[in-house]
């Protein structure tokens, strides 16, 4: 007797494994190490957290304390940040989080996701998850391009306090970004937004960011001489397309176009990152330095044979 055919969903065995791997999170059921942070402990799986996390690799295998006790302390960190760190190398996603490409009308335009999103992506430069923080760029320029659209539709001027709330995070956010030397990808985008935005922003703090950081000042005067990003695509609506809230001034009439979407923000921060290359980690610069050193390895090697064929030949015609 056959058994009948069962119709199951191609993403259900790998979202039932994500339930499964946060339930271990949550339980620690299993767990073979600890990881503690300003009085908050998890109890976590090596096999889980070294696979898809370099920095618990190394610090697991690096012969130090922790390889032998399996207990890693991070009171350095914050404990609700990590925490978002954990669920999301175990369960793939971050609480409290919303995606914002799955929205219905654009992003869901909380301040307080601008922050987390800034103090994830340095966790995750820190320890080494290339996915979340490209997860979280992603995040702010979709995060940005609804900001524009939303600082620049009717109900804005009918909610001043949605504004000012906005700005009391916005600076915290630009600020954190900034006092990590190696957020260059967050820094560029909340300089690209501030310019975006400029005039709904108060001068005094636009001038403090730049008095305070001299990378965002730098960054603001490149993107002032930057030719005029590609416009999005106005008739796609609710798709990551909006409209600019710049003005148009003397200042900006003809460096800036119209309509802004996630992809022209993107596209922005590359053209200031080809303005600015000395501002960043250049990968190819890096890769070219480690081929250099594979060649230079293989070169010494070939001259060590080449100088013990040299010796065998003297001693073949001593004998």
Partial sequence: MQPTPVDVDEEWPFDLVLQNN???????????????????????????????????ERAFKSGFLESTTGKVNLDEEDPVRLGELLEYIYGGHIPHMPSSRNTKHGPRLDPVHLKQRVELWCLADFFLIPNLALYLERGLMWDFAGYVEFLNCPEMEEDPCALRVFIQE???????????????????????????????????????LKDDFPVFQQDWDMLCRAPAPPAGTQSKKGKGTTKTAVKKSSRNAELWCKSYSQRDISDAVDRLFGLLPECHTDVETLEEDEENETEEEEDMETDEVETDEDYSDVSDESI
């Fill in 22 to 56: 946060s339930h271990l999170l949550e339980t620690g059921e299993w767990a073979d190490a600890e990881i503690t942070c300003k009085g908050k402990t998890w109890k976590v799986h090596k096999c889980i957290i070294c696979t898809r996390c370099k920095w618990f």
């Fill in 170 to 208: 916005f600076k915290p956010a630009t600020c954190k970004a900034h006092e990590n030397p190696f957020a260059r990808i967050p820094q560029a985008l909340m300089a690209v937004f501030a310019f975006l935005i400029q005039d709904y922003l108060p001068a005094t703090l636009i001038q403090g």
